[in-house]
């Protein structure tokens, strides 16, 4: 901790805490700040803490249980309970005086639950501004937020989620559901890795989970192999009934599922349940169930208690169905205890009409008005610049042509080649930007045969005249997901003509769905807008007022270039140890300063810098190691010595690799950052960020040059510099590229 609160303090993480190393050292003291006892922390990094917070990103972790507090008592997270204590805490003047005041502490505890567990909205903003004063004043009535169970699970990183569920262990949101938000869908993943999602075919099950074990996919997951067997038993395992599954697919799920990557799919209809409870993903009620659940004692015994059984299906349903942060933190945790005790109250999650969808892998996802891809796809204009047409809705020779092309080349079996991608882009675009009565009459139905296959470009449709306005839309009050909740609630799917809230609630779902980023509306929402489409057509409407249907035909993704890699350098937050002791970020080191060149500790001065470009932005490898918490940031082409004392371009360095002094090189990722930095000592080499580096490049991109050690080689080289500098005869300059103005052009790689 101690280290890592230097290493802030080193690299001015104060002026920008967004580099790796600021964000990574910063991560290392709140995490320890937040989770550990305060008996366990350094005095230093509660006050370091603190420096840093309003400058640098979080991480989110509860503190672990503390044997000498109480628990903290029960609370609401959908009341306003927490901001009523805080109201009663400022009346009672606790601030000032908290300490012997049952009350204040009583007030202070319900608000400390309510702010660590509740979502960040709860506390109003007084309350959320006004706890951080009263923590200090009240710390002596701090409590603990849970029993510890939950401590070790805290320390595991578990972005796929994955828990036991229910008697079907269909618990989406670790086993496919809720992490719909973020992960491939497993139609897709079967696609990519070459199965079938087959409820019949439990061999296939068997055998992935077998080549699980044999392949050793519990140290490593990420291989190819290992990532399709474990698609294929959670795949199966989170869509079959649980009748169809081997006895072995339960336990061997749960053996993997924290240590390889999910896809996400919901349990196919099971006719021996009930449909959960209708659900809002924007009231608090899957909050709300949860703290009835608790207050009820439903996880101790939830059978044969009808109201449990009602709570648990709206949580399961709120959980799965709607996005990761409609739960307060405590539901979320919460929810995954109570699903061995409510097994027996296990629902279904849709009507069944929606199972085959979930077995096709649409992630280009064509709405028929184009409008929802233009989240992830390349715009229709620059698809038609690229493969050279024109989206012109009075040429209908043209569609018809290019849907001809598409089932003469088999088009439908692979459309990856440029004839099929042409050719769909120009049926694609021309139906999903046209007015309907533009389109010749075989497009429509041929848009939807290769709509599975081939990528989609992105288009909004242009205005019609004939239509209105769709209303006001916004997309961060939920209001896309209530629309459509409305729409089911008033069974507008089966009758929508001639009722004016269904179309209202369509249009605002229609402009949502459309104009909003993907995970704007819920999962159910999401799906159920394509089953609404067509019963409410009637009530289609115009997007935009047609100002912008121009420019939609030009391709404007000229985004500024990314920042050129330097390839000569290290960045401005590596760090250099001084020889007084200390340790300073290469943008403040000067020529003259002696730093450390061996992993013995020897010093030498800095005579020059080969480059020095202090704001500059480019790509370097970030090479983490055995050496220190923080990676050295070094560009590709930069030498460094293994630990055989050979020095090697940085790209040539691989993860288990040994560097100089022993370190293990732990993991390497490419990253951009500020500053470019070459300092030159007499002795050629230098020690940054522990680990031994040279002060060149390779030329050649290798460890030698016409059969020379290369590091021998571009020593040799800048022997006339250092001469010339031990004399005091040397000025330093540098050109507009940041290249010292002594090195030759051609050279100035080095």
Known sequence: MLGALAALNTNSCLDDCTSEI????FFIIQAHHDYCLESEIPEEVETGLHIYEDVCKECEILPKFDAA???????????????????????????????????????????????????????????????????????QFACNLSDGSMDSMQLVCDDHDSDDHDSHDHDSHDDGGDDHKEH??????????????????????IEALAALNINDCLTDCTSEICETNFFIIQAHHDYCLESELPDDIEDGLHIFEDVCGECEILPKFDSDLEACPAHSCTDGSGTAAFEALVRDNCEADCSGNAQCGTNFQTLLAVHDLCEEDTLSLSAELGFHEMEESCAQFACNLSDGSTDSKQLVCDDHDSHDDG????????????????????????????????????????????????????????????????????????????????????????????????????????????????????????????????????????????????????????????LGFHEMEESCAQFACNLSDGSTDSMQLVCDDHEEPAPEPPVYCFSGASTANLEDGTTIALKNLKIGDRVQVTKDGKFDEVYSFGHYQPDSVGGYLS???????????????????????????????????????????????????????????????IVIDNVVASNYVSLTGSSTFLGLDMQLVAHNFAAARRLLCQLNLCKESYSKEGIATWIPYKTANW
Do not use: W
């Open 69 to 139: 507090l109480d628990a903290c008592p029960a609370h609401s997270c959908t009341d306003g309970s927490g901001t009523a204590v805080f109201e009663a805490l400022v009346r009672d003047n606790c601030e000032a005086d908290c300490s012997g005041n049952a009350d204040c502490g009583t007030n202070f505890q319900t608000l400390l639950a309510v702010h660590d567990l509740c979502e960040e909205d709860t506390l109003s903003l007084s309350a959320e501004l006004g706890f951080h004063e009263m923590e200090e004043s009240c710390a």
């Open 623 to 685: 090479i983490h190691s055995t050496a220190s918490v923080t990676p050295i940031l070094i560009s590709a082409l930069h030498m460094l010595f293994l630990d055989n004392t050979k020095a090697v371009p940085a790209a040539f360095v691989n993860v288990g690799d040994v560097l100089l002094g022993g370190y293990t090189v732990t993991k390497i990722k490419n990253v951009n950052v500020q500053g470019a930095f070459a300092p030159f000592t007499y002795s050629g080499t």
């Open 22 to 25: 600021c964000e990574t050292n």
């Open 371 to 526: 409008g929802d891809d233009h989240k992830e796809h390349l715009s229709c204009a620059c698809a038609a610049e690229d493969h050279g047409f024109a989206i012109d809705c009075g040429n209908g020779q043209a569609m018809i042509e290019a849907l001809a092309a598409l089932n003469i080349n088999d088009c439908l079996t692979d459309c990856t080649s440029e004839i099929c991608e042409t050719n769909f882009f120009i049926i694609q675009a021309h139906h999903d930007y046209c007015l309907e009565s533009e389109l010749p009459d075989d497009i429509e139905d041929g848009l939807h045969i290769f709509e599975d296959v081939c990528g989609e470009c992105e288009i909004l449709p242009k205005f019609d005249s004939d239509l209105e306005a769709c209303p006001a839309h916004s997309c961060t009050d939920g209001s896309g997901t209530a629309a459509f909740e409305a729409l089911v609630r008033d069974n507008c799917e089966a009758d929508c003509s001639g009722n004016a809230q269904c179309g209202t609630n369509f249009q605002t779902l229609l402009a949502v769905h459309d104009l909003c980023e993907e995970d704007t509306l819920s999962l159910s929402a999401e």
């Open 184 to 205: 491939l869908s497993c139609a897709c993943a079967a696609e990519d890795h070459g199965f079938a999602i087959d409820c019949g075919n439990g061999q296939a099950m």
